[in-house]
């Protein structure tokens, strides 16, 4: 599948994570802040991952801010971000 254009979903609040989407890389590419990176960055990649695999998309850019979101919040925001991305609004 592919990305049309540039998406969001999320927000600063505690306990969420928010993600931004861009299209035209030449690989998938992961740029995460996080409170809790240390202990749990990789998880958090890893979902992340899972998400666009799920969308079988590749080339791209995905910038997340977390601020502790759980495994469900980030396959949720990934989910609707992705969603808008594609959509041809």
């Given at each position: 599948m592919k990305l049309n254009?540039?998406?969001k979903a999320?927000?600063?609040?505690?306990?969420?994570?928010y993600i931004m989407?861009?299209?035209g890389y030449n690989s998938n590419i992961?740029?995460?802040e996080s409170v809790v990176y240390e202990t749990f960055g990789e998880?958090?990649?890893?979902?992340?991952n899972e998400s666009l695999n799920l969308f079988q998309l590749t080339g791209v850019l995905v910038k997340a801010i977390d601020k502790g979101a759980l495994d469900?919040?980030?396959r949720a925001r990934m989910t609707t971000a992705i969603k808008r991305g594609?959509?041809?609004e």
């Open positions: 254009k540039p998406a999320g927000t600063y609040e505690s306990n969420d994570i989407i861009f299209p992961i740029e995460l998880q958090i990649k890893s979902v992340i469900f919040t980030i594609m959509s041809n």
